[in-house]
Antibody
């Protein structure tokens, strides 16, 4: 069974840091691109960050650029998100997500596997 | 404000058909495939449609997708109360080098 299990969420004070992890199983992790996607309470989905299968290509949403760092350990089948300088606007459920992307007639990009998410609350 | 625009809500009776639209610019929707996700209350999103109109294994053919010009559409036939959920379209924005999702549409089955 293909599984993504997030951990590391919790309550953190404004300005603090948190490191999220995602354990992947049931597939060849090193062959897949990965994302972090978040959802603030009562809001829609927000794409946060992308990392290629090798880790060489990384992208961030403008809202987290310079504060968040995505990384992966293919030997340990794990994905990470280091979050610094957290603010109330970062309060959300954070989902680890497996990506399929590439070129066919057009560019395709979709998430075919989602974790259950880990909640992050930034509050004093 | 998302680069993909969806209606906030739609509703229909059980057994009926509903469509949910997702509109955007020609540079985003016009050049990329669109995917659709279903998020049941309290659950993680689930892939419903990818590459505009393909269904992953296990997704019933009551769900369909299409794209024309700068708009994509999710169709659901034979509505069931279990279809009540939030639905999101998504794709990649090459100009931003990032994924994008629509604002989401809440489906109510009356």
């Amino acid at each position: 069974e293909v599984l993504l299990v997030e951990s590391g969420g919790g309550l953190v004070q404004p300005g603090g840091s948190l490191r999220l992890s995602c354990a992947a199983s049931g597939f060849t992790f090193s062959s897949y691109e990965m994302n972090w996607v978040r959802q603030a309470p009562g809001k829609g989905l927000e794409w946060v960050s992308y990392i290629s299968s090798t880790g060489r290509t990384i992208y961030y949403a403008d809202s987290v650029k310079g504060r968040f760092t995505i990384s992966r350990d293919n030997a340990k089948n794990s994905l990470h998100l280091q979050m610094n300088s957290l603010g109330a606007e970062d309060t959300a459920v954070y989902y680890c997500a497996r990506v399929n992307s590439g070129w066919s007639s057009y560019f395709y990009y979709y998430v075919d596997v989602w974790g259950r998410g880990t909640p992050v609350t930034v509050s004093s | 404000q998302s680069v993909l625009t969806q209606p906030p809500s739609v509703s229909a009776a059980p057994g009926q058909k509903v469509t949910i639209s997702c509109s955007g610019s020609s540079s985003i929707i016009g050049n990329n495939y669109i995917s659709w996700y279903q998020q049941l209350p309290g659950a993680a999103p689930k892939l419903l449609i990818y590459d505009n109109n393909k269904r992953p294994s296990g997704i019933p053919d009551r769900f369909s997708g299409s794209k024309s010009g700068t708009s994509a559409t999710l169709g659901i036939t034979g509505l069931q109360t279990g279809d009540e959920a939030d639905y999101y379209c998504g794709t990649w924005d090459g100009s931003l080098s990032g994924g994008v999702f629509g604002g989401g549409t809440k489906l109510t089955v009356l």
